[in-house]
């Protein structure tokens, strides 16, 4: 059964860091798609940023410059080392996988039960 547990949430003052980790377990032989994303109080759930196999990356305009993504594809864990934080990162920070076919496995998309960081001014 494949599980998606995140840490390295907390408070912070603005212009503090935190380092986000999600570890992927379940996944036999594959690495799948990870994801980060966000959900404020009162907001829809927003993406965050995403890291592929090859080591693609995408973020969203909010937070390029000041976040960064990684992953270590031995441990099937994601990284997201945020910078530089605004009050506005406040939000509770998901990990989430995409569909995956690997052999004869199929795995759905998955989602972590969250992290939260909030960023006092």
């Known amino acids: 059964q494949v599980q998606l547990v995140e840490s390295g949430g907390g408070s912070v003052q603005a212009g503090g860091s935190l380092r986000l980790s999600c570890a992927a377990s379940g996944y036999i032989g594959c690495t799948p798609l990870m994801s980060w994303h966000r959900q404020a109080p009162g907001k829809e759930r927003e993406f965050v940023s995403s890291?592929?196999?090859?080591?693609?990356?995408s973020y969203t305009d909010s937070v390029k410059g000041r976040f960064t993504i990684s992953l270590d594809i031995a441990k099937n864990t994601v990284y997201l080392q945020m910078n530089s934080l605004k009050p506005e990162d406040t939000a509770m920070y998901y990990c989430k996988t995409e569909p995956l076919r690997c052999g004869t496995r199929v795995y759905g998309t998955v989602w972590g039960q969250g992290t939260q960081a909030t960023v006092s001014s």
């Open positions: 890291i592929e196999i090859d080591g693609s990356t």
